[in-house]
């Protein structure tokens, strides 16, 4: 069988790497990885893919940024031109980028069968970029592999309840396999001069919180706050380093974006992570730390319910300073496993072969 999976952006590549891996053993399927050039600094993707031990892609087509109907319609353009000389039997997707999308739909232009990771989450949020996305691909997927039950209800209710699989995440089975690999090689926290336990670990980087310099200025300044009793560092994406105010906000330790060893072990370290980004949310919880996430709604409630994470809308300094001084003396209780054992990447294989039990 002839796979051809589409990546372009971070996660995707560190939820493609655990399941290239296990596909790798596979000697009836034969993958080609397209990157689509979504991220191309090295921080975003060169460290990424040598982190994650994840050959170069078989073809990279360096679409870069731009806004975001033009950055999918190139994308659009030049994967069916991919697939069309690739002739896959079937396409993957990850998540809900824009790479997702553009993925998503050239193959389901070309009529070939689309497996979709991630499918069925949802914000409720439908301005948000990724929430349409998500939308989309999952109406254009015929095999929906879903994180939890929850997300197979979405699916349900939105009338896609055929071809539907509950496989858990992929991004556990990610911590779960470069978890020890980070504790063994990442020197970060001593790079930066950090000891575990002793910091909050920021990130920041989705459209609804860089795009608008109030919500953006409030977010610094809650930081600024909470740094005057415990320190800050946070690992710049370079979407919000073009929109920070000031390049070294005072108070902060602002560091450029990470690889993925290192965020793994900062995540580890951290007495709180707060951040708007769902990945860096499951990874904290996977390696349970408590969290706080800036922003209005989750797609990964489950977290909510069980108390790792609390929901901290930024709407001003003293909101997001109060939200996260609140959680360094929360104590979350067992963690719970909504989003399966860790073994998520066989389950997706054995189902884009149809050797499921
Ligand atoms: C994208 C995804 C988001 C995901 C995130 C993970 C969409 C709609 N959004 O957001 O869901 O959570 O990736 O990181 O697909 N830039 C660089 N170097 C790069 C890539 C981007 O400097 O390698 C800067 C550019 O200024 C660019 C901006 O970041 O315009 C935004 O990049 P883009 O890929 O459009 O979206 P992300 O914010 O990374």
């Keep these: 069988m002839r796979l051809a999976t589409v990546v372009g952006t971070r996660p995707q590549f560190v939820k493609a790497a655990l399941v290239s891996e296990a ?19 090295d921080a975003l993707a060169g460290i990424m893919f040598s982190d994650l031990e994840l050959g170069a892609p078989d073809v990279e087509l360096g679409i870069g940024s731009g806004p975001h ?40 232009k ?74 063994a090689r990442s ?15 920021a990130t920041v980087h989705r459209a609804e919180n860089t795009d608008d310099p109030q919500v953006l200025a409030g977010i610094v300044a809650g930081l600024q706050h909470v740094a005057t009793e415990i320190g800050v560092v946070w690992p710049v994406h370079p979407r919000t380093t073009g929109l920070l105010a ?51 709604e989750t797609e990964w409630t489950e977290i909510v319910d069980l108390g790792w994470t609390v929901l901290v809308p930024p709407t001003g300094p003293s909101a997001v300073a109060a939200g996260i001084l609140d959680a360094l003396g929360r104590r979350p209780g067992a963690a719970g496993t909504p989003y399966g054992d860790g073994t998520a990447a066989r389950e997706i294989v054995a189902h884009l072969t149809g050797s499921t039990a």
């Design 23 to 41: 596909l790798r053993s596979r000697p009836d399927v034969d993958e080609t990885l397209i990157h689509t050039g979504q991220h191309y600094d």
């Design 69 to 108: 109907g033009a950055q999918t319609g190139r994308m659009l353009e030049v994967v069916e031109s991919a697939l069309l000389r690739l002739q896959p039997h079937q396409v993957l997707v990850y998540g809900d980028t824009n790479s997702a999308l553009a993925g998503a739909l050239a193959a389901a």
């Design 110 to 183: 070309l009529a070939l069968p689309v497996a979709h990771v991630e499918a069925g989450v949802r914000s409720g949020r439908r301005f948000q970029p990724e929430e349409i996305n998500r939308i989309v691909v999952d109406h254009v997927a015929e095999l929906l592999l879903a994180p939890s039950a929850a997300a197979a209800a979405n699916l349900d209710r939105e009338g896609r309840g055929g071809g539907v699989a509950v496989v858990g995440d992929v991004m556990l089975d990610a911590v779960r396999r470069f978890g020890p690999v980070s504790e």
């Design 187 to 201: 020197t970060i926290l001593t790079d930066l001069g950090l000891s575990a336990g002793g910091y909050v670990l």
């Design 246 to 296: 000031e390049e070294h906000p005072p108070g902060l330790l602002l560091v450029p974006a990470v690889g993925y060893l290192d965020m793994l072990a900062l995540e580890r370290g951290a007495a709180v992570v707060a951040t708007d980004s769902g990945g860096v949310q499951r990874e904290a919880f996977y390696q349970q730390v408590p969290s706080v996430t800036l922003r209005h």
